[in-house]
């Protein structure tokens, strides 16, 4: 019996959380994406009773972080040669945990999603101290620090709108100093 086989019966029936999961430990990323791309591209999947439904990009990212990740509390980044789904899974999930580092395309789309279309940035009397303040503004600067180590042509542009919106440049220079750790954790495996 081969893997896709082993696949198909341990997942039928079951919800997509259940068959995600099979598949990302059983197949390789190319069957695993063809095996799951109809119902990843969906706004939403059903659960079960003991498995929750919802975003299939958030029950990806759970479940990649659950196999993949030693430290649950501080991974936003995950290096692309970690990454064991298939290459295509990044435009499905415009999302900076799914996204390769390359793909110059869908990072566009992130940063255009979260910079302008989205239209909305921290502002300073919404938070009573400054502490806070930069910690929202650390998602936005974890975006940036990914685009900046692979030379995104677009940087630039899209660190200007957020130090115009009052993101501090020390931020991202946390940012790009937690990332440096968290790909140099990934190169010791």
Known sequence: MNQIEKYRILSAGKAFGHRAKIALV??????AYEELKEEAA???????????GGDPAVIL???AIELICRDTRNTWYLPDNVKFWDRRFSSLFETKFFCYDDDIETWSKILYKYFVKQ???PKREDYTSTRSYNNVWGYFAELLAVVKQNN??????????AVQNGM??????RK??????ITQQFSII
């Open 119 to 121: 239209q909305w940035m």
């Open 61 to 63: 990212e759970k479940i």
């Open 152 to 161: 995104h042509p677009e940087f630039d542009k899209y660190y200007e709108i």
């Open 26 to 31: 059983l197949l390789d990323s190319k069957t």
């Open 42 to 52: 969906q706004s939403m999947v059903a659960g079960s009773y003991d498995c929750v």
């Open 168 to 173: 501090n440049p020390v931020v991202l220079e």
């Open 176 to 181: 790009l100093q937690e990332l440096s750790e």
